[in-house]
């Protein structure tokens, strides 16, 4: 009877044993990169959107096809939040569920949404939205994009090059055109000796610019700055030139002139100036134009520069997962990300005190079409 029992223990303990080596973690395998990205690819932001995906999605094909044996795997959920910030919560809430290691969310309504509760999670966030202080104080926000934080520097020292004293600005009337404007660029230009400024603010959705433009030619400016997006500066430009307001070099723009650029004729744009990450105005450049050319080749159409900043936001992530031990914590990989520090497609791809990437830009001016590098003998 005691061999029985003896037996019957001994069985049992093999089975257990069996079932506990079956499902036990695989500690030979590295741990896998969970990203959860809460994007608008629907809806009127759904431009920012697919260029992310298809920017970070670019990157994870080539890092597959990599012959690196320090590869990590990543997998990014692509949730559309469809330019709704009620969907972006849904959205965040069930993401929370699958436990990811970064989270990734954009624009800006659908990322102030949820913001908040990334932060109480802990979570690494990539944010995607323009606004030059929303990482201020922040302990897990991350930015790769190109941000009104770092245009109004370019603004100042091209004014200071211009030897500029009437200047002229006007922009769209959102939160963080006012940040940029108001509490940033006016301030310091009011600081400056001598000069007069005039400020033209406009609200969004405006289709008419004339009244605009008589003011500014009223004003007879020295400098122009021009601020909106793809529509409102297609409508300043085309107000602005039959009064022969527009000069070589008077005139300077917004990142979304990019855009305008696209509709606007080449005599329109000849010799504005343009603020721009050096993707776009060093296209000669061996790295960045092979770079173009294995983007078009896969998705049959030019990239954007958000396609870019998209495709460097994973080259971080990856870099900060080889000094891990994965899984990792959140903390972890918070003083991971903030480490990095690696050339990307757009330039370095390192992060400031505010988790904020150090873009490098500079002025581009328009000839014959093309965007090229500005120089002071242009």
Do not use: C
């Amino acid at each position: 009877m005691k061999n029985k029992i003896s037996i019957a223990i001994l069985a049992a303990a093999i089975l257990i044993g069996g079932i506990w080596f079956w499902q036990k973690p695989d500690t030979a395998k590295p741990a896998g990169i969970k990203i959860a990205a809460n994007l608008p690819m629907s809806g009127p932001l759904a431009t920012y959107g697919v260029a992310v995906r298809e920017g970070a999605s670019m990157a994870l094909d080539e890092l597959s096809l990599s012959d690196d044996t320090s590869r990590r795997k990543i997998a990014i959920d692509w949730q559309d939040n469809a330019s709704d910030p009620k969907a972006s919560v849904s959205i965040f809430q069930k993401h929370l569920l699958e436990n990811p290691n970064i989270y990734v969310s954009g624009v800006k309504p659908q990322t102030m949404a949820i913001m908040d509760g990334v932060t109480k999670e802990g979570l690494p966030h990539f944010v995607w939205i323009f606004d030059a202080k929303i990482n201020q104080k922040s302990k897990n926000n991350f930015r790769t994009w190109v941000s009104y934080k770092i245009e109004p520097p370019i603004y100042l020292d091209y004014i200071k090059r211009r030897g500029a004293k009437r200047i002229a600005i006007t922009y769209v009337q959102l939160p963080h055109t006012i940040e940029e404007f108001e509490k940033i660029l006016v301030p310091q230009l009011k600081n400056q000796e001598g000069g007069d400024i005039l400020v033209e603010a406009y609200d969004f959705g405006r289709s008419d610019f004339k009244d605009i433009a008589v003011k500014i030619a009223k004003f007879k400016p020295d400098l122009i700055i021009l601020n909106g997006f793809q529509s409102d500066l297609v409508g300043l430009i085309r107000s602005l030139r039959p009064l022969g307001v527009v000069k070589d070099g008077n005139t300077i723009a917004t990142y979304d002139l990019l855009d305008a650029a696209k509709i606007l004729g080449a005599d329109e744009i000849e010799g504005i100036r343009i603020v721009a990450p050096l993707f776009e105005t060093r296209t000669e450049s061996e790295t960045i134009a092979k770079w173009r050319e294995r983007f078009i080749a896969k998705y049959g159409h030019p990239p954007l520069y958000t396609h870019a900043f998209a495709y460097d936001m994973v080259g971080a992530i990856h870099a900060a997962s080889l000094g891990l031990k994965l899984p990792a914590s959140n903390e972890q990989w918070i003083d991971a990300l903030r480490a990095v520090n690696v050339q990307g497609i757009t330039g370095p791809i390192r992060f400031d005190s505010d988790g904020d990437m150090v873009t490098p830009l500079e002025v581009g001016v328009y000839r014959s079409g093309k965007l090229v590098p500005d120089s002071p003998t242009n």
